[in-house]
């Protein structure tokens, strides 16, 4: 009897072109939280989505079930303290940074730059003119954006179309391509007029609603897509383990029992080395750390030093302590190579 097979279709045969330049804009991947609320400036809630704050208010962020139709996951931010007088660069923002090899094609910064169109679906307990804004690495073009918010607690689709920029210089490597911030509220010297490009260094829009200024205010987006072109298409949804795959490339973490185990007859002095690889090459030499070790027949079980790093791994290095048939585990660490 034949062996029947089930027919599978490429990624292209889907629809999926990877034309959606943010990575994770559906809020499925949160490796860091595991959908625990966040509540400090840098960090996130999602992964490649920050939360920077350095207003005189606080925030609750975390991955969020409440969502629109089609989605499953969302980011909400709460306000757990306003702030109503934000001044100078004061500011409470969720932002993604796009890598420079991401957006080589748009050929920003010359005469062929392309039009881009940025969507998401959003849905606040405050209403009003709310914005955000794209920049670049130095700080010295953006691009803020208006967007309205007419119905409180109601799921809003928002699209907005950005004619290509011709100046400036636009990093096309592995460092920061594009900015894209969402406001949640931004001093004045961060404000900048709505719907051109401009010099200078603005995170949202004069006259922006702001959502900081209200204890207790909720804020959700989910859908986010940044693509080339006049106008947006339907949000690109990928495989969960590719879209994982996508945000490991910035930061992953690996946990499993006894991953690496040094043992043996030691001699006194003696250190111990080990070459590990990462899951998926990332962006950049990462920043290795939260270590979960243990040591065994008299092997301490401090974490062991990071002696040298790249893209494809990393060599962790740990002393004897000169005891026979020591032993040295360690089952966990996190790999972080965010912009």
């Known amino acids: 009897m ?25 809020m499925r991947i949160d490796q860091r939280n595991a959908g625990a609320a966040v509540t400090a400036s840098g960090s996130y809630p999602v992964d490649r989505f920050n939360v920077n704050n350095t207003s005189d208010g606080s925030f609750s962020a975390q991955q969020s079930s409440t969502v629109p139709a089609g989605f499953s996951k969302s980011v909400g931010v709460t306000i757990t303290a306003s702030d109503s ?25 010359t005469s062929d730059a392309k ?6 679906k959003v849905r606040s307990s405050v209403t009003g003119t709310f914005s955000g804004s794209l920049r670049n690495s130095a700080g010295d073009r953006s ?7 007419s119905s409180a607690n109601t799921w809003t689709d928002i699209s907005v179309t950005i004619a290509g920029e011709t100046t400036g210089s636009w990093d096309i490597t592995n460092g920061e391509g594009i900015l894209v911030f969402f406001s949640l509220g931004v001093g004045p010297d961060l404000q900048g007029t709505a719907g051109a490009w401009a010099s200078g260094n603005y995170w949202g ?8 200024n209200t204890n207790g205010a909720t804020f959700y987006i989910t859908g986010v897509q940044l693509e080339a072109g006049t106008t947006a298409s339907d949000f690109e949804f990928l495989p969960y383990d590719v879209n994982l795959r996508r945000c490991m490339r910035y930061y992953q973490t690996y946990q499993s029992g006894g991953m690496i185990c040094w043992s043996g007859t030691t001699i006194s002095g003696a250190n111990y080395f080990q070459q ?53 585990f360690m089952y966990k660490y996190t790999a972080d190579a965010e912009l």
């Open 85 to 109: 007088s934000l001044t100078g660069t004061q500011r409470l923002v969720l932002r993604q940074t796009i890598e420079g090899y991401n957006i080589a094609d748009f050929n920003w910064g």
């Open 115 to 120: 039009t881009v169109t940025l969507s998401f």
């Open 2 to 26: 034949a062996l029947s097979t089930i027919p599978t279709r490429a990624l292209s045969e889907q629809g999926i072109n990877f034309r959606n330049l943010i990575i994770n804009g559906d």
């Open 276 to 328: 590990v690889r990462h899951i998926v090459q990332m962006r950049a030499s990462a920043t290795i750390g939260n270590f979960t070790v243990a040591g065994l027949n008299g092997f301490a079980s401090g974490d062991p030093s990071i002696d040298y790093g790249d893209p494809l791994g990393f060599r962790a290095t740990k002393q004897s302590n000169g005891n026979t048939n020591e032993a040295y």
């Open 205 to 212: 829009a004069s006259g922006e609603t702001q959502l900081v």
């Open 143 to 149: 691009y803020p954006f208006t967007y309205s918010i």
